[in-house]
């Protein structure tokens, strides 16, 4: 069976290998899954420069998350031709993975590939980021940078399911109209003029942000400070500016502000199974109902990986890679 893999660490183009791997027997509580979509995230990029929060023992499979078909089962829980999720690290990016049952998360027909892939990271992360740090009311104001992400574009339409409002910080803004049409309250672009407009949207209400996202780090952090109420809570989840975190000592003094971070592997490894599989239910819900989208850049065979990169680092990508079976 064909994978990607990486026999050192460094960047995905330079370390990734098509591969032929030996398939190996199914033992008693395993099921084999065909994979039929896995995306590229940025943490995958990172697992392979070995820069993660974890790092695998190599040679290694990469690909945080995944989605596919039982075609062999040895666990009374699953059927050939059942549809699921994979729970823990996927080693997403080969034909066939085999797994414990008890890491798979069933999943309904009628959810897409694509979609199925694309549930366990990012609207997860949103959901969970938007209910577990702070106690949001109705109309309450939300601010995060990198508003354009798959995180970002959760975090929108999860807020707006449930009533809250967000103030969005890009780096590009000709993504604003966009991300309105997606349920955006407030898009600005990620500098201090944006700050200005955003301050000035809170102050003609009279009110203040009492939540933070951020996936950025360094002045972009910053700059959301300004926004949060007293006894508000920043939480960062992703450095994509490379950049570290600054807190000015005012903020903690005077106005009480709090960082905190979160971790999605630490929340499904903290997390009891009926936790996970109730919020990934609701989850799924909102997919079908067309609720909660996540956009598609283009669905790439694994054998084609030196595209997938190239559009993954493309400047006009609109959306998740996906990697599928080569033909
Ligand atoms: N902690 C967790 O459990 C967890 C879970 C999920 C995701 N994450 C993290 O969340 C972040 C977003 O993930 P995603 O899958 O949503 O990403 P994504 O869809 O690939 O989007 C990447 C985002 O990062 C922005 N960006 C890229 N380079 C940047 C830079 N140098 N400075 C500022 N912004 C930059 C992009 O802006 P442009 O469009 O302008 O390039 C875009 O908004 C990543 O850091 C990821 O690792 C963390």
């Known amino acids: 069976m064909k994978a990607l893999q990486i026999r050192q660490f460094g960047s995905a183009a330079d370390v990734l290998e098509y591969v032929d791997r030996e398939p190996l027997p199914l033992r008693n509580g395993m099921v084999r899954v065909k994979i039929l979509a896995s995306p590229i995230n940025p943490a995958d990029l990172n697992w392979i420069e070995g820069t993660y929060g974890t790092r695998p023992l190599l040679p290694d499979v990469p690909g945080t998350e995944a989605a596919g078909e039982v075609i062999e089962s040895a666990d009374a829980s699953f059927a050939p031709g059942a549809r699921v999720m994979l729970l823990s690290y996927a080693h997403g990016w080969q034909e066939q993975r085999i797994i414990p049952a008890a890491e798979l998360l069933p999943l309904p027909p009628e959810l897409s590939w694509a979609d199925a892939a694309m549930l366990k990271v990012n609207p997860a992360t949103a959901w969970r980021m938007l209910h577990d740090y702070a106690e949001l009311t109705a109309g309450s104001v939300i601010v995060q940078n990198a508003a354009n992400s798959g995180v970002g574009r959760c975090v929108i339409q999860l807020a707006r399911i449930c009533g809250w409002r967000t103030i969005n910080f890009v780096r590009n803004p000709t993504v604003a109209e966009e991300l309105r049409e997606w349920g955006a309250d407030v898009v600005c672009s990620d500098d201090e003029s944006g700050k200005q407009e955003a301050l000035a949207y809170l102050r003609k209400r009279d009110e203040r942000a009492v939540l933070a996202l ?23 989840y992703g450095a994509m500016g490379r950049r570290p975190l600054s807190v000015p000592n005012k903020f903690l003094i005077f106005r009480d502000l709090t960082c905190r971070g979160f971790w999605l592997s630490r929340w499904l490894s903290q997390s009891s199974s009926e936790a996970i599989v109730s919020m990934y239910g609701k989850l799924i819900e909102w997919m079908l109902a067309g609720h909660l989208k996540q956009p598609v850049d283009g669905m790439v065979a694994l054998s084609d990986y030196t595209h997938a990169l190239e559009r993954q680092y493309a400047p006009d990508r609109r959306g998740k890679v996906l990697f599928v079976p080569s033909a």
């Open 214 to 236: 951020n996936a950025v780090g360094g002045e972009s952090a910053m700059r959301q400070f300004d926004l949060l109420a007293d006894g508000a809570v920043q939480v960062t």
